[in-house]
């Protein structure tokens, strides 16, 4: 009678659970429900079984419960695409012939876009193609703020403003959980280098902790109610993030009241008493190093796995600890992989890869276009030499985890070939990098010399020579795993443009990458696109903006200096970037020193950002830095004017909302769209700040001609700044600058209000 009493508790307990499903019209489901269900099942659970929940059984599942029907989990990495599927225990591609889908552009140029709506419409579709192929957590979107251009990851973030990324990455999650997959909201936190990344122990400000490096987390958590937040590397003030006493437990977990899983980046998890007590919820890929070898049962072995259970039975861990974790784990199921009225999801349908056309081509920056050398007109007699590698190498293969395999990928080559049918299209490499492999960088394959003679001789006979180069996602370029390790563009391409340039002045640069380079060839060239990387349909929107087809909107989402040293994470030295071990033993110089990973002490190195809160923009503008090009900049093919520019008011409390409007009016030639941009700074301030900060923006389309009135509003406390004698936000009355314009260095008007 016992055992069919258990089993009777079980069914009704499951029968209910899916007959309160059916009731519910949305997948996030009323928490009243939820923790009922989960209330349950707690008690059902034997101590065992409450274990297994919380790490890993695979690369990427954990285990469910057979006899209660609590289904695994499948995670999958993505935050611009799905992966192809990984092997069960090993990194090898497991040959699915099923799981190719369509790569969206990287974070970068969704950032780029500056525009919200299209990070939901974004999310949305990403998140359909991770439900088509059955995955419950999408590895992703990443918001770590871009500190230094040398960090390998950063296209895979959403640019050097916390605002940007907050206001991006808000409508992103929320269009990846419609479709019952959870958003996992990545690295949390002060991930901002690849290199030593597994070891680095970062000291940083606790203003500039919570004014520049968590926003975005914590909008992610609050606002978007973001289901699943990934664990980083790096320690911070000596204590790995991952189990954070001070990051997860006090503030994701207290003062943000997260109730969504911390899942450990793969083999970020150091240590039983601190992963138990300070907040992680899943294990995943414990010494794997991410992408290494595994040990015969060794996901017994995980910290959260036997160890765990051990410290449980001994009393040394009240199970109370490991309830909270199997309740968080198991209210992931319920708005997941136990929603009845969950969506199914599609794939590779057409509406995804407009969607990734609209980003890519929306995200694309002008940056220089002296005497209009774009658009460029289709007509016969016309002849372009597109130059470059990065013409047709494939930029979704490579990267680390974010690599994909995307049904097609249209490559800049065959976007223009197929958008220009009137001219001639011609191409030649011009140089060669070596293929893409993780850890591992390979050389060259072809002579050098002999592609670039080649070049040479093409761009001779061209009209127009579009040279599309930059950088890929190899080992220590664009690429999960280490840093870049020089400013400028490499394999010969400076020498070459230079080349390029003495016989064909009509030269224009496709530049394609995730972080700003050095430009000493800037005067060589009439015409720069930063067209980062654009995924499926990359080569469709490149022809897109260069034929004029669709007229460039994108803003950059951090800033190009001139030089590396104009950076503050490297004005201040090895010291900020990458650090320095304790015995002062440096590997590398500021600026382009190999590697040399023999000289290491036993010790983990430490690096202090010393700009404190003067991060990209915030830096150049208060130390009065020119950069090459600006946070917030970007051309268009036509010309706008922002006028009449004005406050709701003089004075505001300090409860209140700012509400500026001005009226935009476009008098060019042809429709396009510009980026109103607030900054709001106090310039007699008796704290250190920066000259203004991003507060507002919108994006405004306009006809030929057109005007349009518009209005941003600003809540007052966004003003605040974090005291640290408080340990809390605080205000600072008196007078405020408004400076409202195109880019962070054009500002139209600026205006004076006071706050009270």
């Known amino acids: ?395 979704t293969a490579g990267g680390g985890s974010s690599e994909l395999k995307p049904k097609f990928e249209i490559s800049p080559l065959q976007g223009i070939q197929e958008r220009y049918r009137k001219a001639t299209v011609l191409h030649t490499m011009g140089f060669e990098s070596g293929r893409s492999e993780y850890d591992i960088v390979h050389p060259s394959t072809l002579d050098q010399d002999s592609l670039k003679v080649e070049a040479i001789k093409l761009a001779e006979k061209a009209d127009i020579v579009l040279f599309v180069g930059g950088l890929n996602k190899s080992h220590l370029q664009d690429c999960e795993g280490d840093d870049r390790q020089q400013y400028g563009l490499p394999f010969g391409q400076e020498e070459l443009i230079g080349e390029i340039s003495k016989v064909n002045k009509n030269l224009g640069f496709i530049l394609v990458t995730g972080n700003s380079v050095e430009m000493p060839w800037l005067d060589k060239v009439k015409g720069l696109l930063e067209t980062w990387y654009l995924g499926s349909m990359a080569g469709h929107a490149i022809a897109d903006v260069v034929s004029g087809d669709v007229n460039p909107s994108g803003k950059l989402p951090f800033t190009f200096p001139k030089k590396l040293t104009d950076n503050a994470a490297h004005y201040f030295g090895v010291e900020s970037y990458p650090g320095v071990h304790i015995n002062n033993e440096k590997t590398r110089n500021s600026e382009t020193a190999l590697l040399n990973a023999e000289i290491k002490s036993q010790v983990s190195p430490t690096q202090e950002y010393k700009e404190g809160i003067l991060v990209g923009y915030r830096w150049h503008d208060t130390k009065e830095i020119e950069p090459l090009y600006a946070f917030g900049y970007g051309l268009s093919y036509t010309s706008f004017n922002i006028e009449n520019i004005s406050a709701d008011n003089e004075t505001f409390n300090q409860d209140g909302k700012i509400t500026i409007t001005c009226d935009v009016t476009n008098t060019g030639d042809m429709a396009g769209a510009e980026v109103v941009q607030i900054y709001i700074g106090k310039s007699d301030s008796k704290i250190e700040r920066a000259k203004k900060e991003l507060k507002g923006f919108t994006k405004v389309n306009l006809e030929k001609g057109e005007n349009k009135t518009v209005s941003i509003t600003v809540d007052v406390s966004k003003l605040k700044y974090y005291n640290e004698s408080k340990s809390d936000w605080d205000f600072e009355t008196g007078d405020y600058e408004i400076y409202v314009g195109n880019a962070s260095n054009n500002i139209s008007k600026t205006l004076k209000v006071t706050v009270l």
């Open 1 to 395: 009678m016992k055992i069919i009493l258990i089993r009777v508790i079980i069914v009704a307990g499951l029968i209910f659970t899916f007959s309160c499903n059916k009731e519910n019209k949305s997948v996030s489901h009323p928490n009243i429900n939820i923790e009922s269900k989960i209330d349950s099942i707690l008690s059902l659970l034997t101590l065992e079984e409450k274990v297994d929940l919380c790490h890993a059984q695979s690369k990427f599942s954990t285990k469910g419960v057979e006899r209660l029907g609590i289904p695994e989990i499948w995670m999958s990495d993505g935050p611009h695409g799905v992966r192809a599927e990984i092997s069960w225990d090993s990194w090898d591609y497991a040959g699915w012939t099923n799981d190719s889908i369509t790569a969206f552009p990287a974070l970068t140029c969704l950032a780029a876009t500056f525009n919200p709506e299209l990070a939901g419409d974004y999310g949305f579709n990403l998140g359909e193609e991770a439900r088509f192929r059955n995955k419950d957590v999408l590895l992703g979107p990443g918001v770590n703020i871009y500190r230094t251009p040398f960090n390998g990851r950063n296209f895979e973030y959403m640019g050097e403003d916390p605002f940007l990324a907050s206001t991006m990455v808000v409508p992103y999650i929320k269009g990846v959980q419609k479709n019952g997959v959870a958003a996992c909201v990545k690295h949390y936190a002060l991930n901002n280098q690849e290199h030593w990344r597994d070891e680095v122990n970062v000291e940083v400000s606790d203003r500039a902790l919570h004014e520049i490096y968590l926003p975005a987390f914590k909008v992610a958590v609050q606002d978007a109610k973001a289901w699943a937040l990934m664990g980083a590397y790096n320690k911070f003030r000596g204590q790995y993030t991952t189990h954070h006493e001070l990051l997860t437990n006090k503030i994701l977990k207290g003062d943000w009241g997260y109730d969504g899983v911390v899942i450990s980046d793969w083999s970020s998890a150091h240590n039983t008493l601190e992963a138990a007590n300070n907040g992680l919820d899943i294990e995943m890929g414990t010494g794997t190093d991410g992408l290494g070898f595994t040990t015969e049962n060794h996901y017994s072995k995980y910290y959260l796995a036997d160890p765990f259970l051990e410290k449980l039975k001994t009393g040394e861990i009240s199970e109370e600890v490991l309830n909270d974790k199997v309740r968080r784990v198991l209210r992931l199921r319920y708005r997941t992989n136990l929603s009845e009225n969950r969506p199914l999801g599609r794939a590779n349908n057409i509406e995804h890869h407009e969607v990734a056309r609209e980003v890519a081509s929306e995200g694309i920056v002008l940056l220089k276009n002296e005497d209009n050398f774009f658009p460029i007109k289709d007509k016969a007699g016309l002849t372009i030499a597109v130059i470059g590698e990065n013409a047709t190498r494939s930029m």
